[in-house]
């Protein structure tokens, strides 16, 4: 009875979120879980075939939703919080949404993004059948504290569902560190071959989790991911089972998993992880994926991933949560050769991390290359963004408080392109300025 | 031309949290009035330690496990930081490189000894202290700034505080003291990164540097700093006023 009156409470709530315009992605869940703490415990009952759980820094939001998208394709009812909400409320959300006023659903898989954080309290109600970790970066420090506290909460998470199988990133030594945990199954994906210039940029996981030393690189793509191995204690990049080759940069994006050609309209090197963490999960869930590229086609990316507004120029919307997710971002913008304008809005909600201080970890100066038309700066923090870049050595054109006022300028410029570089909370209402000044998606 | 040498200790262990901000801070504030300034790393791979030509020394802030490491690594040259530091030498510490100025930092279970350079010691709190955080000071009109977040208290005894916590927690929660001001060390707790949003604190640590360097200096030249007011004045009016 109690779940019942949860469910209707929830859905009574999505409706008048609805009605007020909201994107009600994990309210109605919160208060549902009030009434019922174990709503999220039926994903048990009523999902046949089974639960995958992704988690991570960067990517999850886009390897959840393209892993729900290749099901669907394949003609599975899928449960999936594709808003990216993903605590325990964001979950509760996508249940109650799923739920018919009795209660119940019926669905083949659910694809759930959880939280690094919640995974241990998620884990309480539900035990995946799969769980991904696609990377651990430095993110939000003010909210996790530190690095390794992530570690060990995700340690703890893996303890809890003991006959889940892992899917890790292999080339993320904080990653791997997860399959040596006791009695886990674990499978691993990875990019075996040099692609990116070796650059010296923040990484921050470059000690070995195992013993501490300092691990050596035969080569690595950003961060801390790559061929590792610590000199000290022989921890080292495992026998990748779904290995990546073959990489070309180009439009479309092509390379290779385990001999597979694949060919995609996805900017950003990052999407090779995000894709092959899906390919290797189906394959573990004992799916084939013979037509990867067509389950793919389906997908239709979230917000700010890359995102193009059409103007009289393109108009491009990139969200980065953290230093390794602006660095991707402005590697991304680079490989541009057009002219291009850049506007980066930097705030710091409790979403965003209230903590500043890793503007200093990004390496902004590169976004100053010969093909920079103007640089504009906004945000709640434009202030700490801006002398960020004067310490950089590098002219911000423009200082203002005001999206529009920004993107309006960059739009009179004659440069070819404009990239709108964001952070969490900054995309929504970005998203909202670009739509209002008439851009199509 | 005048020259100072910085010597950022460990930056490839203590690295957390944009603390390379304040060696670009030191390093453009110094060019910008025609000192040079000279920048070295003192990593896990150096050998050999000589604070005799060195201007400012540099610790950051890094993960637990971080710290220990280099803890036991710098605790064989204590007596060059301690001599250092007696002799007038510029030190700027911040988070983890401020505890390990410390007699020690005692952790749930186990107890990390420090440098013992300052007659301070740090415990492991319950909740760790993160926010924002405004301090005012005796040496500068001008507010600091700047972002915690950490897990230990520490207990400066008969120190002299860096300043007065306006908002925020500061190195106990209760006694309302922030950081450590002793000869020309400056410890602290503050990330954001410290120097870039703090001038007027920059210039203060320079002016000690070149002052050392140079007993006949007198002042270091202005700066344009409307900029770096402005990114400090919008915390102070956001939290204290």
């Known amino acids: ?441 | 031309m005048m020259k100072i040498k910085i010597l950022h200790l460990y930056p490839d262990l203590l690295n957390l949290y944009g603390d390379k901000g304040n060696i670009e801070c030191m390093r453009s504030r110094l060019e910008r009035r025609g000192i040079e300034a000279q920048v070295v790393s003192y990593t896990c791979e150096d050998t050999g330690f000589d604070l005799s030509d060195v201007d400012i020394v540099f610790i950051g802030g890094g993960s637990d496990r971080e710290q220990k490491i280099v803890c036991g690594r710098l605790l064989e040259h204590k007596n060059a930081i301690k001599d250092y530091a007696e002799n007038g030498g510029v030190i700027v510490a911040v988070c983890g490189g401020y505890q390990l100025l410390g007699k020690y930092y005692r952790l749930e279970d186990e107890t990390i000894e420090g440098l013992g350079i300052l007659d301070i010691y740090t415990e492991q709190g319950k909740k760790r202290l993160i926010g924002n955080i405004v301090l005012e000071a005796d040496f500068t009109d001008e507010k600091i700034v700047g972002f915690e977040n950490h897990g230990g208290r520490t207990y400066i005894g008969d120190h002299k505080p860096l300043g007065r916590v306006l908002y925020g927690f500061g190195n106990d929660e209760k006694s309302g003291a922030e950081g450590v001001v002793y000869k020309n060390v400056v410890a602290t707790y503050l990330h954001g990164p410290l120097l870039p949003k703090n001038p007027a604190l920059c210039d203060h640590i320079l002016t000690a540097a070149v002052k050392r360097a140079d007993p006949d200096f007198t002042e270091l030249a202005p700066l344009d700093d409307e900029l770096e007011k402005k990114a400090n004045e919008y915390i102070v009016n956001r939290f204290v006023k």
């Open chain 1, 1 to 441: 009875m109690r779940k019942l009156l949860a469910v209707w409470l929830g859905k009574i709530l999505t409706v008048i979120g609805k009605l007020a315009g909201k994107k009600s992605s994990s309210s109605p869940g919160h208060y549902a879980l009030k009434i019922c703490p174990d709503l999220v415990g039926c994903i048990e009952k009523y999902v046949s075939k089974g639960i995958i759980v992704t988690c991570g820094t960067n990517g999850k939001t886009t390897t959840n939703n393209l892993m729900a998208s290749a099901l669907e394709a394949k003609g599975y009812k899928v449960l999936c919080n594709r808003l990216g909400a993903n605590m325990l409320s964001g979950v509760a959300t996508a249940v109650l949404q799923e739920m018919n006023i009795f209660g119940r659903f019926k669905a083949d898989y659910a694809c759930l993004e959880v939280d690094e954080a919640y995974t241990p309290i998620v884990f309480e109600h539900i035990k995946p059948d799969v769980m991904v970790i696609t990377n651990l970066f430095r993110d939000q420090l003010d909210r996790y504290g530190e690095i390794d506290i992530t570690s060990d909460i995700i340690k703890r998470a893996v303890a809890k569902a003991p006959n889940a199988k892992l899917v890790l990133n292999g080339d993320d030594p904080l990653c791997v560190q997860f399959g040596r945990c006791e009695g886990v199954t674990a499978y691993y994906y990875g990019i075996s071959e040099q692609v990116l210039p070796q650059l010296d940029d923040t990484k921050e996981g470059r000690f070995c989790p195992v013993c501490g030393a300092e691990q050596h690189y035969n080569f690595y793509h950003y961060s801390q991911l790559g061929d590792f191995r610590c000199p000290d204690c022989g921890f080292a990049r495992p026998p990748i089972d779904f290995e990546v080759k073959n990489v070309s940069l180009g439009t479309p994006m092509k390379f290779s998993i385990n001999g597979k050609d694949m060919s995609v309209n996805y900017k950003g090197f990052y999407n090779i992880y995000n894709l092959t963490a899906v390919y290797a999960a189906l394959n573990v869930l004992g799916e084939t994926a013979d037509d990867f590229a067509g389950l793919l086609a389906a997908y239709k990316p979230q917000i700010g991933r890359m995102e193009e507004y059409a103007f009289n120029k393109p108009v491009i919307l990139s969200l980065s949560k953290n230093p390794a997710g602006f660095n991707q971002a402005i590697a991304t913008v680079n490989t541009d050769k057009r002219q291009k304008d850049v506007i980066i809005a930097i705030n710091d909600k409790a979403n965003d991390g209230r903590d500043v201080s890793w503007l200093w970890d990004v390496d902004f100066d590169k976004i100053a290359d010969e093909n920079l038309n103007t640089l504009t700066t906004t945000g709640i923090r434009v202030y700490d963004i801006s002398l960020r870049f004067k310490y950089a050595g590098i002219n911000v054109d423009k200082i203002t408080h005001d999206m529009t006022d920004a993107v309006k300028t960059c739009l009179a410029t004659d440069s070819e392109v404009v990239y709108v570089l964001v952070n969490y909370t900054a995309l929504y209402p970005t998203e909202a300025v670009l739509k209002k000044l008439g851009g199509r998606t």
